[in-house]
């Protein structure tokens, strides 16, 4: 599914990733965990292709196509999903219309013909009753005014509607209510076919315990630094950073 090679990238001229590699299977669920500004984000928004991200070297291979060399709507149409650790509001355009627009785009895309008003309710309406997620939320404008839990379900919505193949999750537990984290897993676990791989930011174990991750990178100064199963965040939740022997030259808090 996914493979980084030597991967380097700046942030406003200031080196973040330094080397990074990894390698995602189909049907993968990889947590990465890291201080602060250790560049995690910076890792799934280089995926997504944000434009805050210059990359300087390395190679990273998408279904066996360059991912590099792809624009963001081709990154997005040829599957990957990210979901912002602080999605944007964008008031003017209504949630609906925005879902319609994107979903349409990816079908456009993959050769199907575009769904209208009447099936996209339809289907948005399956979708979001499986999992309880009230959709008074698709009548107000793109994440203007939504609380930090209204937004990160509003991207779950996102996720429910466009079913993408690689699925990268930044921090969507990060303010949540026990029963929201709940809706978070289910909807985390339905997706999980045995194809789709997934890239899970997260600070906390909660999500961990309900989502079992195959594996637990650990990034630090810019690279990979550790990586194990479900058992290095126990550890990691149980010792802190420090204690598995992490150190964040660049720590903020001396
Ligand atoms: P994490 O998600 O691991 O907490 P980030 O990837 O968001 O960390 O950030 C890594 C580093 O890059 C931090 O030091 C952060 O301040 C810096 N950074 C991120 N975005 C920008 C930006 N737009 N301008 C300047 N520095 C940035
Ligand atoms: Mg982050």
Not at 86 to 95: A, K, Q, R, S
Not at 209 to 230: M, R, S
Not at 247 to 252: F, I, L
Request: aromatic share 6%; charged share 30%.
């Amino acid at each position: 599914m996914l493979d980084i090679k030597n991967l380097h990238v700046n942030i406003n001229d200031k080196e973040i990733l330094k080397g990074l590699d990894l390698k995602i299977n189909s049907g993968e669920v990889h947590a990465v965990m890291g201080t602060n500004g250790a560049g995690k984000s910076t890792l799934v928004k280089t995926l997504s292709g944000h434009y805050d991200c210059e990359v300087n070297d390395g190679v990273v291979t998408y279904k066996n196509k360059n991912l590099l060399e792809m624009d963001v709507s081709q990154r997005a149409n040829e599957g990957i999903f990210m979901s912002f650790q602080n999605p944007v509001e964008v008031p003017g355009v209504n949630n609906s219309y925005f879902l319609k627009t994107a979903l349409n785009e990816k079908r456009s895309y993959d050769g199907n013909d575009e769904i209208d008003a009447m099936d996209f309710l339809k289907h948005i309406k399956e979708e979001t009753g499986k999992f309880n997620i009230d959709r008074k939320l698709l009548q107000r404008d793109l994440n203007d005014g939504f609380s930090g839990g209204e937004k990160k379900r509003n991207e779950l919505v996102q996720l429910l509607m466009l079913q993408p193949d690689l699925i990268m999750l930044d921090e969507i537990d990060s303010g949540l209510d026990v029963d929201a984290i709940k809706t978070v897993a289910n909807v985390i676990n339905d997706m999980l076919d045995g194809k789709r791989s997934i890239i899970m930011i997260t600070h906390y174990d909660r999500l961990l315990e309900l989502v079992k991750p195959d594996f637990v990178h650990i990034i630090n100064n810019g690279k990979i630094e550790k990586t194990g199963d479900y058992n290095l965040a126990l550890e990691l939740d149980e010792k802190g950073f420090e204690g598995i022997g992490i150190k964040d030259e660049s720590k903020w808090i001396k």
